[in-house]
């Protein structure tokens, strides 16, 4: 009995039971929350997953927690917090929903990410006149609203007519096109407004005479009137000398007058309407008053009457020299006095003497008067007549006149053209045609046949930009000697590019009711006539004719 004691014991022993661990994990079943899964065992037998967190884009915003490891059948709660100019927009992977705040059960490695966008802001724009607006996005956006932080560029482009003035309201200033950076909602408005672009205030939609030079006198069109202005009134004017087509410096925009009897120079400046004796020495004292500005020399130079003798000397005055012999022969009283723009020398042509006119020309060369052109019957008719230069003073124009073929004053008809022009000798013919004349070769070019319809005859002037020539009214020459005359004020032009005939227009402003001895001098820097005679000095505007 005493040996059966131990193998009893031994046998209770060997018998008792090791405790249950059913996912063999190393954490017996009674100790182990998830006895059905391997796990860890400091998640009481449960396994680990990993939560992996996203923010998309990555400055967007956080999320927290961010990624790690939870145990197994956690809930974790996660929470978006958007930046500064961005919103939380919604949960993907793992997680759903567009709130801020979700939840994810850990029961195997989860991804998440949040999704933040960025603010949205609309950019409204108001359009103040007639045109429109690109935005080009230079960075990120959309097309009306666009993401914070967008930089949007906007070019405004004026319709027809219009032109871009300025910005205002959340972008201001005048530089086109402009950006501007959202981040807030923005007005914009965009101002326009029609165009002046000659600056005489008829907008350009209305326009009908464009590139209007700046202050000039307009229409209700826009166009240039043709419009006389009284700058000097004849009281003002200085006694002596008379105005002169060739006497006109135009760089220094000064008329010359030339007073051979008083051996005196008058200036006047165009622009500032002042006359000025010129301190002058060395002039002989003359019958007559030819006087011509000289270009080539910047020099005035004088002579009496035809091929007097001729003086030169400083268009500002001092000492006056001889330049070429001569002397009054009776022969070439009313002759015009030129400057020969190919020679670089004085001309005279036509002149009148012993009752007969002539239409030659003489030229001074080398100190002496030269003969260059012959007294002929060809046309251009002799005549008493103005004649006036072109831009260079190569060619010169003969505009009208009294005279006829034979140069007799005693002619008793017309029968080789022109209406009759009585005097107290006999009857002159009133020829009524212009005349080219090529100074280089003396040849002539017919710009308006004889017995044109001038209308009237007395003053007259040549826009050599615009080669058109303009009647300033005059009278009709009478029929009958010592017949009253009939004088008019109307205003005609002829362009040979453009018109049959002298045409009548219209003209405004001061114009004078009986012009009489107009001298024109052509201002290409302003596009206008200096009409001088002794009742007046006028400056009239050229119109859009």
């Not at 020969?340 to 030229?363: D, I, L, Q, R």
């Not at 040849?443 to 308006?448: A, D, G, R, S």
């Not at 040549?462 to 017949?483: C, I, L, M, N, R």
Request: aromatic share 12%; with cysteine; glycine share 10%.
């Amino acid at each position: 009995m005493k040996k059966l004691l131990p193998f009893i014991l031994l046998v209770l022993v060997s018998c008792k039971k090791e405790p249950a661990d059913s996912d063999n994990d190393g954490i017996i079943d009674a100790e182990d929350q998830c006895p059905e899964l391997v796990g860890l065992a400091q998640y009481q037998g449960c396994p680990a997953y990993t939560l992996t967190v996203n923010v998309n884009p990555s400055e967007g915003g956080s999320v927290s927690p961010s990624s790690g490891e939870h145990k197994h059948g956690t809930s974790v709660s996660l929470t978006a917090t958007a930046a500064g100019e961005y919103l939380f927009e919604s949960w993907s992977g793992d997680a759903t929903g567009t709130t801020a705040s979700t939840s994810v059960s850990m029961i195997s490695n989860k991804t998440v990410t949040a999704n933040f966008v960025k603010k949205k802001y609309p950019l409204a724009i108001e359009i103040d006149g007639e045109g429109s607006v690109d935005e080009t996005v230079i960075k990120a956006g959309l097309v009306t609203d666009y993401n914070s932080g967008t930089i949007v560029e906007l070019e405004a482009k004026p319709k027809e007519f219009w032109k871009f003035v300025k910005w205002e309201g959340d972008l201001t200033g005048e530089v086109n096109p402009s950006q501007i950076t959202i981040d807030g909602p923005k007005n914009i408005k965009v101002v326009f407004e029609l165009k002046d672009s000659d600056g005489d205030g008829i907008t350009d939609d209305i326009d009908q005479c464009p590139n209007t030079p700046e202050g000039k006198i307009i229409d209700d069109k826009g166009c240039m009137l043709n419009y006389w202005s009284l700058a000097v009134k004849a009281e003002d004017i200085p006694e002596g000398g008379s105005f002169q087509p060739y006497a006109f410096d135009r760089e220094g925009r000064t008329i010359y007058m030339y007073d051979g009897n008083q051996r005196k120079i008058t200036s006047y400046n165009i622009d500032s309407r002042e006359f000025n004796q010129l301190n002058t020495s060395g002039l002989p004292g003359q019958r007559g008053s030819a006087i011509i500005y000289n270009p080539s020399k910047d020099a005035l130079q004088v002579w009496g009457i035809g091929t007097d003798r001729a003086y030169e000397g400083s268009k500002e005055g001092g000492a006056f020299s001889q330049i070429g012999n001569g002397r009054n022969d009776g022969q070439k009283y009313g002759s015009n006095n030129l400057y020969n723009g190919s020679t670089k020398n004085p001309t005279v042509m036509h002149g009148y003497g012993f009752f007969y006119y002539k239409n030659y020309a003489f030229e001074l060369k080398d100190g002496s008067w030269v003969q260059v052109k012959a007294n002929s019957s060809d046309q251009p008719y002799k005549r008493y007549t103005h004649m006036y230069p072109n831009s260079d003073y190569t060619k010169a124009y003969i505009i009208d006149g009294n005279g006829n073929q034979s140069g007799n004053q005693r002619d008793r008809s017309c029968a080789t053209g022109g209406l009759p022009w009585a005097t107290d000798t006999g009857i002159r013919c009133w020829l009524r045609d212009i005349w080219e004349v090529d100074l280089s070769n003396w040849t002539f070019k017919e710009v308006l046949p004889m017995d044109s319809d001038f209308g009237v005859t007395g003053n007259f002037g040549y826009d050599y930009e615009g080669d058109t020539f303009f009647s300033f009214g005059g009278f009709v020459p009478p029929a009958v000697h010592k017949q009253p005359l009939t004088r008019e004020k109307i205003l005609r032009i002829y362009n040979p590019s453009s018109d049959e005939d002298w045409k009548v227009v219209e003209q405004h402003g001061d114009v004078p009711d009986e012009p009489k001895g107009i001298i024109s001098y052509y201002d290409e820097k302003h596009k206008r006539f200096i009409l001088c005679s002794r009742e007046g000095i006028w400056e009239f505007q050229i119109g859009d004719n």
